[in-house]
């Protein structure tokens, strides 16, 4: 049974950091790309960023809106995903999800964590 | 960067009824497409990708088409448990585009 587990959210300030976690269990992690989406609340779903495998350099894409301040990351031998955030701004304010792309590797979500919640305000 | 626009923003109709939702790409992405199912307070459900493939589980009034630039998520005979919004998102490179979504209400 494929678990996604994500954590590490919070309430933080306007400029300040926050690294989130995704845990996973029940396929292959180092197969997989590994994405984070959000959703803002009341708001709609939005696609945050992916890291690729091993064998693809674990490249790295990140959507316009966190380009230069969010880095995701992996660590194949603990199955964990990261998202590392910086400089957050009031619209971060989000739930954020983990997604593998796991079976297909084709870019569309199977499973979705619970989420953790990220909200941004002084 | 590829916009995907779903149209409409929402909707209302009776159950039974056929229900089409529309989603437009503004560069051609083949049939990288794949629909998601959100209910209020729900996460997420893959209910169709490839624009037309229905994911296993999902019942066969969802149906999907649809290629290039212009596709389509149907329900023939709405359930009221369909009431739900309705997501596309494209996926044939990054980023990985979400349409803005069709909220499904119940007249």
């Known amino acids: 049974e494929v678990q996604l587990v994500e954590s590490g959210g919070g309430l933080v300030q306007p400029g300040h950091s926050l690294r989130l976690s995704c845990t996973t269990s029940g396929f292959n992690f180092g197969a997989y790309t590994m994405n984070w989406v959000r959703q803002a609340p009341g708001k709609g779903l939005e696609w945050v960023g992916y890291v690729r495998v091993k064998g693809y350099g674990e490249a790295k894409e990140y959507a316009a809106s966190v380009q230069g301040r969010f880095t995701i990351s992996r660590d194949d031998s603990r199955s964990v995903a990261y998202l590392q955030m910086t400089s957050l701004k009031t619209e971060d304010t989000a739930t954020y999800f983990c997604?593998?792309?796991?079976?297909?590797?084709?870019?569309?979500?199977?499973?979705w964590g619970q989420g953790t919640l990220v909200t941004v305000s002084s | 960067d590829i916009q995907m626009t779903q149209s409409p923003s929402s909707l209302s109709a009776s159950v039974g009824d056929r229900v089409t939702i529309a989603c437009r790409a503004s560069q051609d992405i083949v049939n990288s497409l794949a629909w998601y199912q959100q209910k209020p307070g729900k996460l997420p459900i893959l209910l169709i990708y490839s624009a037309s493939t229905l994911q296993s589980g999902v019942p066969s009034r969802f149906s999907g088409s649809g290629s290039g630039t212009d596709f389509t998520l149907t329900i023939s005979n709405l359930q009221p448990e369909d009431v739900a919004t309705y997501y596309c998102?494209?996926?044939?490179?990054?980023?990985?585009?979400f349409g803005g979504g069709t909220r499904v209400e119940i007249k």
């Open positions: 998102q494209k996926y044939n490179g990054a980023p990985l585009t």
């Open positions: 997604n593998p792309e796991y079976p297909h590797s084709r870019g569309y979500f199977q499973y």
